[in-house]
């Protein structure tokens, strides 16, 4: 079958079966290689995408179900800047493997985080925990996502 699919404000029509995921397309199909693939079981949370900006996990969902827009990595804009930024200054990466899921997943946890949330660690870490790091002990991740650069970010993308 063919569908539509529109991935980072791009169209697209891809050609794909029935049991097709997702994470295959952007992969293979799209060469949007940002999406990483680690446990293929919906369970590490390495390729969490955002679609109609809720996160979801890329390597569990089938193509052919997918109506809203898809955002991966590639997609993430320049807002978000202060975000990787914060990543790379307060060591929220080592391998960068985990990374791209980690980025998606907090860019979905701002849009909708009212700022004083941002400073309750244990909460943070509770929304987080869904993915999976071999190598940060997650504390670089959480001072990251804390730093006053992400909070800046959050408050100028409120809703109003
Ligand atoms: S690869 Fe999708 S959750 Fe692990
Ligand atoms: S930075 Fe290596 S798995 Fe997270």
Same mark, same amino acid.
């Not at 997702?22 to 590490?44: H, M, N, S, W």
């Not at 997918?66 to 990787?84: A, H, K, M």
């Not at 980025?103 to 244990?122: C, I, Q, V």
């Given at each position: /079958?063919?569908? &539509?699919?529109?991935?980072?404000?791009?169209?697209?029509?891809?050609?794909?079966?029935?049991?097709? %995921? #997702?994470?295959?397309?952007?992969?293979?199909? *799209?060469?949007?290689?940002?999406?990483?693939?680690?446990?293929? +079981?919906?369970?590490?949370?390495?390729?969490?995408? #955002?679609?109609?900006?809720?996160?979801?996990? +890329?390597?569990?969902?089938?193509?052919?179900?997918?109506? @809203?827009?898809?955002?991966?990595?590639?997609?993430? @804009?320049? &807002?978000?800047?202060?975000? %990787?930024?914060?990543?790379? @200054?307060?060591?929220?990466?080592?391998? $960068?493997?985990?990374?791209?899921?980690?980025? /998606? &997943?907090? +860019?979905?946890? #701002?849009?909708?985080?009212?700022?004083?949330? *941002?400073? @309750?660690? +244990?909460?943070? &870490?509770?929304? /987080?925990? $869904?993915?999976?790091?071999?190598?940060? $002990?997650?504390?670089?991740?959480? %001072?990251? #996502?804390?730093?006053?650069?992400?909070?800046?970010?959050?408050?100028?993308?409120?809703?109003?």
């Amino acid at each position: /079958m063919i569908i &539509r699919l529109t991935v980072n404000g791009r169209q697209h029509e891809v050609e794909i079966s029935a049991a097709t %995921r #997702l994470i295959d397309v952007l992969r293979d199909q *799209l060469g949007l290689t940002g999406t990483k693939q680690g446990c293929r +079981a919906g369970e590490c949370g390495a390729c969490t995408i #955002l679609v109609g900006g809720q996160p979801i996990q +890329a390597c569990i969902t089938l193509a052919s179900r997918v109506r @809203d827009e898809v955002r991966t990595v590639e997609g993430l @804009d320049d &807002r978000f800047i202060p975000l %990787r930024q914060a990543f790379a @200054d307060h060591g929220g990466f080592q391998c $960068g493997f985990c990374t791209p899921g980690q980025l /998606m &997943r907090a +860019a979905a946890l #701002l849009a909708e985080t009212p700022l004083e949330r *941002l400073s @309750d660690e +244990a909460w943070l &870490r509770e929304q /987080m925990n $869904g993915n999976v790091c071999r190598c940060t $002990g997650y504390c670089g991740i959480i %001072r990251a #996502l804390m730093s006053e650069d992400v909070r800046a970010l959050a408050r100028d993308n409120a809703p109003e």
